[in-house]
């Protein structure tokens, strides 16, 4: 196959980052936020001036940044959140990879991959309140502002990529599902290059409402920073984030003959369902490690050459407890360190696969692994190994980025930083 | 809810639908600033960059949603009833007006 290498496999780089998150709108500033270990949940102003009686009203958000020089007053008056936010990310990331040398590549073979988990819901949910009485008074673009497509095809129409243009619906693993399928379709040949990520804006009050109701969420709303506590023993539920991260994707003979600089290698990917209970998930976890020992083996790795593991680690005692069972099934009680960025960013839905696979690949490239914030010492501890207080200094080496979403669905990567 | 969205003129005059004609009759300047005003919310420009011998599709490009737009708008804010053909026939900004102040039966 073309762009194969000795192996027979053709490999895919990352070559370009863009990110829109609660952690920074940069990514070094991300990177940095999440070395500092500082939760960045704040009680959310706009949660509480509805006057819903919201049982939570704290959330990670992304700081204002100005968004003129992304996207016009035109353009930005059909968007919703999630695709503004999407489609910054993108544009950030494209330009990091070389915006010239993307849109020149014959664009039937460069696509846009995006994984969502609530789509245009928290705009319609916005609609409804607004029109909801009289709703051919609702705005002309409320169709194309809502679909859950959207965040994705605003990228192909922004560069004319042709290629391949799809969204995925995984929940909680929306954005990593994105990111190994478009490695897929790379390797298989159907794309030279990818736009791949992952994006929610689900802060809202009817979504924070329906989370809170289910017990998902933090009850601890007087101290929002201390809240997000993935594995520690007093978590008590995520706390709910906005964002979205974006990777640009190449097969590597291309990018390496162009000269693109490059962040590190797609090198695993394995997706599969519980079929256990639609939020739950299986605590027995069979299946979430058999998806982390597939994407190892997808690989080409043992479980014993991952250097890190950058967790889905929600900070709910299901998750957390199934994710470190899942961990020591997989790599037979020898756990490399692990961490989770959402004590830092809070739950994204479906940005966080994307924010997690990024900012671990970054990790892995430069051998740290950050503390989870706020952990203070777990009861998964003899299951895992936390990093907990002070960040780990490791060994330069592949990264396994999990991410697991109600319906039992499970996603994980490898990322390998460049040799 | 939606933080995104700017004010716009949509906001229904009379939600109700209880059609009443007590409405002053705008002047031919008011129904112009009026329709420079939704196109430029459409296009996201300043009302001053429209004015009547702008061409929406030979100087903006545009499209068939955006014009729909234009439409639902001056519905809402004039509460009158805005055929698809008289949106295509108008060429220019001073056309649309034209074809307004006619429907709305007023002498341009």
Redesign the interface.
Same mark, same amino acid.
């Given at each position: 196959m073309k762009g194969a290498s000795p192996s027979g496999r053709v490999r895919v780089v990352v070559t370009g980052l863009g990110v829109k998150s609660p952690a920074g709108n940069d990514v070094e500033a991300a990177y940095a936020r999440l070395l500092a270990a500082e939760s960045t949940a704040v009680v959310a102003k706009?949660l509480v001036e509805?006057e819903r009686d919201l049982a939570v009203e704290m959330a990670c958000l992304v700081p204002e940044f100005e968004v003129e020089p992304y996207i =016009?007053?035109? @353009?930005?008056?059909q968007?919703?959140?999630a695709a @503004?936010l999407l489609l910054c990310a993108a544009v950030d990331a494209v330009s990091d990879a070389g915006e010239l040398a993307l849109v020149d590549l014959p664009s039937s073979r460069v696509g846009v991959q995006v994984g969502t988990g609530m789509g245009g819901l928290? =705009?319609m @949910?916005? /609609?409804t309140?607004?029109y909801g009485?009289?709703p051919m =008074?609702? &705005?002309?673009?409320t169709v &194309?502002r809502t679909m859950a497509n959207s965040p994705a095809c605003r990228v192909a129409m922004r560069y004319g990529f042709r290629g391949n243009c799809a969204t995925y619906a995984t929940a909680c693993a929306s954005g990593t599902t994105a990111i190994g399928e478009a490695a897929r379709r790379i390797r298989y040949g159907e794309l030279d290059a990818a736009v791949a990520g992952g994006v929610d804006a689900p802060v /809202? =009050?009817t979504i924070v409402g329906a989370f809170a109701k289910m017990r998902a969420l933090s009850r601890r709303c007087d101290e929002p920073d201390r809240a997000s506590r993935p594995f520690d023993t007093d978590r008590d539920g995520f706390v709910m984030g906005e964002g979205a991260a974006v990777l640009v994707l190449e097969r590597r003979d291309l990018a390496l003959a162009r000269g693109a600089r490059i962040y590190g290698e797609i090198t695993g990917y394995a997706a599969n369902c519980d079929a256990f209970h639609i939020a739950a998930p299986d605590p027995e976890a069979v299946t979430a490690a058999e998806c982390m020992r597939l994407a190892v083996a997808d690989a080409g790795l043992s479980p014993g050459d991952i250097g890190h593991i950058s967790a889905h680690g929600t900070s709910t005692v299901l998750n957390d407890r199934a994710e470190a069972t899942a961990v020591h099934r997989c790599f037979a009680g020898q756990s490399p360190p692990l961490t989770a960025v959402k004590g830092v960013s809070g739950h994204l839905i479906g940005g966080s696969g994307a924010l997690e696979a990024l900012l671990g690949l970054l990790c892995a490239d430069r051998g740290v692994v950050p503390a989870v914030a706020n952990t203070l010492g777990s009861p998964e501890a003899d299951l895992v190994d936390v990093v907990i207080g002070s960040r780990r200094t490791i060994a330069r080496g592949p990264v396994l980025s999990n991410s697991f979403g109600f319906g039992g669905q499970n996603a994980c990567l490898v990322l390998t930083p460049p040799a | 809810m939606d933080l995104s969205t700017p004010l716009d003129l949509s906001t229904p005059l009379d939600p109700g639908g209880t059609e009443t004609a007590t409405e002053p009759a705008l002047s031919r300047a008011e129904l112009s600033l009026t329709v420079r005003t939704a196109v430029s919310d459409v296009l996201g420009t300043e009302v001053g960059d429209i004015d009547e011998a702008t061409d929406l599709g030979n100087d903006f490009g545009i499209d068939s949603l955006e014009l729909m737009d234009v439409g639902s708008r001056l519905e809402n804010a004039l509460r009158v009833k805005i055929p698809v053909s008289d949106l295509l026939e108008a060429r220019t900004v001073g056309d649309a007006v034209d074809l307004l102040a006619r429907r709305m039966g007023r002498a341009a």
């Open positions: 706009h509805a =016009t007053r035109r @353009e930005r008056r968007l919703d959140r @503004e928290g =705009t @949910e916005g /609609t309140f607004d009485a009289h =008074t609702m &705005p002309v673009h &194309p /809202t =009050t | -």
